[in-house]
Structure formats: structure tokens, C-alpha cells
């Protein structure tokens, strides 16, 4: 095998552990386990995890769950403290209020009450504090730019839809800009270009897809795959992965305009439309589909589709 051929099934076994662990985030995720799944000695996985993503495996499962967490705290009001404690993987309400503090350096009940009291939307002196207090809070909000013409999104093109599971191949990135159109479009080239040959790529049964993995931070950084949905049992080789897209109910938005202003109408699905149908977001991935190539558009328009996981109130 050549050096580079191990580098790629490293990757591939790394990312199988990462997506283990984002599915699982309430079971005990030890060293063993993941090094098991991962099929590397446990010395070796905890140092490969480390050269792959950057981080510790610990401090990458304690930041994924607090991710978690947030999401839990924003949008689920009725849930206790320690039920989110204990969804999110923690043995005790100690620990959980220990991490929560080492990463936000406030507490669970003091985050909540402060998010739920402010106006995010009115610039003031506290902005800049209140943000580094949210900063990981769900990539839709997009480092909370909540300047919305409110007449913009009347005829907001959507539907609610439960989808089935289904299979996808992807290409990850542990640490992208959300806004860097030409890293995501060389990923797709290169999932492209493993696909095609293997006669994967069939339009328009075939889904071009953007998975969100993580929440992005005040500089836009994050974590997200490429992906093409794929038949059941394509299994992925070297740096490209697979995995599954999770089923359920999906609010499914349909825009077609650029994508400045695809991420507005995200910021107004959080902000706005939630409220007013009834409904609440899912802690599920949420994902684009992707319905047209913007450089053949005569206005270079992204026609796409937003889903967005969904449950009733």
C-alpha cells in the first residue's frame, strides 16, 4: 500500500468513528469502542483521530456534545436541565455544568435564561458578548445576521414531507468556511470524479447534497460533507465515506437565488417561520439539495432545496 493510499484509509476510518459518534452521542463512547469500530489499535486511533481532525478524541465528543446541548436549551423549552444532561451523553448534572462552563464560561440555566430575555436582532453594547455566548449555536443562524426584510420571505415556497432513510457518499471537511463556494465546489469534483466511473452518478434520481455536521463559530468555521445519494450497499474507499441520511419529517424550502440569500431565508426559518407553524426543529442534520449548476444559470442563481428537520411542538 503507498503512502497515499494509507492516508486515504485513515480518513475513511477516522470519518466512520466521527459519524458513529454524532449518532451517539447518549451512549458511552469510550476509547475501546471507537478504536474497535475504527479497527486501529487504541494508541494508534487516539493519535490518528488527533492528526485527522485537530483535536483529541475527548475534546471532540465534549464539543459535540455541548453543540448538542445548545441545541437542546434553544429549542426545547420544556426540557429540564438535566434531561439534556443526560441526551447529550453526560453522566451527571456536574459534569454537564462543568463542560458547559470550560466551553461557554457560563452556566446551562444562566445560558438559557439570558438567550430567551435578549433581542439578538438589536445592536447594542452587549452584541459582541452575547454572540460569543452563542456561538456555536446551530449553523442556520449563520452568526446571527438577523437583518430580515420580513416582506422578502412572504411567498416562501415550502413543504412538510417525511422522508426515508437513504444512503449517501461523501467527501468531509472538519474545518470550512460556510461561505467558501470553491472548497465546497473542488469537493464535489473529486466525490465527481469517484462516482461517475462507477456509474453512480444518475440525475435526477442522484441527490448532490451539503450536510451540515457541526454548528458554525464566529469566524463561519465548520464542519460539513458533500454528498451523492447513493444505492444501498456502496460502500465508500480511502477519503471518500458512507453513511446515512437520517429520515423523518422535513420543512423543505425551495429557493432559487444566490446564496447570500439562500442563508438569509435560513435566518428567517429559525427566527420567524418556527413560530408561526407550529412546529419545532429536530436535531437531525439539516442539508441542501442541490438542483442545478449556478454557472449555467443565466443569472448564476442556485436553484435548492433546504431541509430542515422538523417535529410538532
Known amino acids: 500500500m503507498t503512502k497515499e493510499d494509507s492516508i486515504k484509509e485513515y480518513y475513511f476510518r477516522i470519518n466512520k468513528s466521527i459519524d458513529y459518534i454524532k449518532e451517539n452521542l447518549h451512549e458511552e463512547l469510550s476509547l475501546e469502542k471507537l478504536a474497535d469500530l475504527s479497527n486501529f489499535s ?4 487516539h493519535r490518528i483521530f488527533k492528526s485527522v481532525t485537530g483535536t483529541t478524541i475527548n475534546e471532540f465528543i465534549k464539543k459535540a456534545k455541548i453543540e448538542r446541548a445548545l441545541f437542546f436549551l434553544m429549542n426545547n423549552p420544556s426540557k429540564t436541565i438535566s434531561e439534556i444532561a443526560i441526551d447529550c451523553g453526560f453522566l451527571s448534572m456536574s459534569s454537564f455544568s462543568r463542560s458547559f462552563r470550560e466551553a461557554k464560561q457560563i452556566t446551562p440555566s444562566e445560558w438559557r435564561k439570558r438567550h430567551q430575555n435578549s433581542n439578538i436582532g438589536i445592536a447594542n453594547s452587549n452584541i459582541g458578548k452575547m454572540q460569543s455566548e452563542i456561538e456555536n449555536y446551530l449553523a442556520l443562524k449563520l452568526n446571527n445576521l438577523k437583518n430580515i426584510e420580513m416582506s422578502e420571505f412572504v411567498k416562501l415556497d415550502f413543504e412538510i414531507k417525511k422522508l426515508e432513510e437513504f444512503n449517501v457518499v461523501y467527501i468531509r471537511n472538519l474545518n470550512i468556511h460556510q461561505h467558501d463556494s470553491e472548497t465546497f465546489g473542488k469537493m464535489f469534483e473529486q466525490l465527481f470524479s469517484w462516482a461517475s466511473p462507477r456509474n453512480l452518478v444518475n440525475f435526477p434520481e442522484t441527490k448532490a447534497l451539503t450536510v451540515y455536521r457541526s454548528n458554525a463559530n464566529l469566524s463561519g468555521m ?30 423543505i424550502f425551495h429557493k432559487e437565488a ?39 444559470h443565466p443569472e448564476n442563481f442556485h436553484i435548492i432545496d433546504i ?7
Not at 487504541?42 to 486511533?45: A, N, V
Not at 407553524?277 to 442541490?290: A, C, W
Open 42 to 45: 487504541k494508541f494508534h486511533f
Open 307 to 313: 431541509y430542515i428537520p422538523i417535529k410538532l411542538l
Open 258 to 296: 444566490p446564496m447570500s440569500e439562500c442563508f438569509k431565508t435560513w435566518n428567517y426559518i429559525y427566527d420567524v417561520w418556527f413560530e408561526e407553524n407550529g412546529y419545532q426543529p429536530d436535531n437531525r442534520n439539516f442539508f441542501l439539495s442541490h438542483l442545478n449548476d449556478p454557472k449555467l
Open 222 to 251: 465548520l464542519q460539513a460533507d458533500v454528498c451523492l445519494s447513493v444505492p444501498e450497499g456502496i460502500v465508500g474507499e480511502g477519503l471518500i465515506g458512507n453513511t446515512t441520511i437520517s429520515g423523518g419529517l422535513y420543512a
